[in-house]
């Protein structure tokens, strides 16, 4: 019984083992900062909104919408590959309320996404 046991352990520690060593090359990206924060209330319009990642990640998608609307950006990240992606608002954003959405596709194949809201005070 104890033997049987010891053999169970041993199959289940060997079998971790073979999951950890057959993970993907590429680890899962996330994302670790983002300009503005989430929620912040910034004195002066930003001059780009940026998302920084700990691995490589393709933005698929980029928006942002403001009060009037949605926002042209004169310098976008959608098709690129990287950690650090940057987008340039075409024009200086007026005060009120932001939604920024994204979309992208990181190097280990899954799709990922988020949005966050910052306001522009007055
Ligand atoms: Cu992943």
Partial sequence: MIKTWGKQVFLAG???LLGLVSQPL???????DQVPAEGEVVAE?????ELRFDSPIRITQFEVHGPQGEI?????????????HEAVPADVL????????????AEDGHTMSGDFRFTVDD
């Fill in 26 to 32: 590429w680890a899962h990206a996330h994302l670790i």
């Fill in 72 to 84: 042209a950006l004169s310098d976008g990240p959608v098709g690129e590959m990287g950690e650090h």
């Fill in 94 to 105: 007026a005060p009120g309320e932001y939604r920024v959405t994204w979309r992208g596709l």
């Fill in 45 to 49: 319009p930003p001059e780009q909104l």
């Fill in 14 to 16: 060997g079998l971790a």
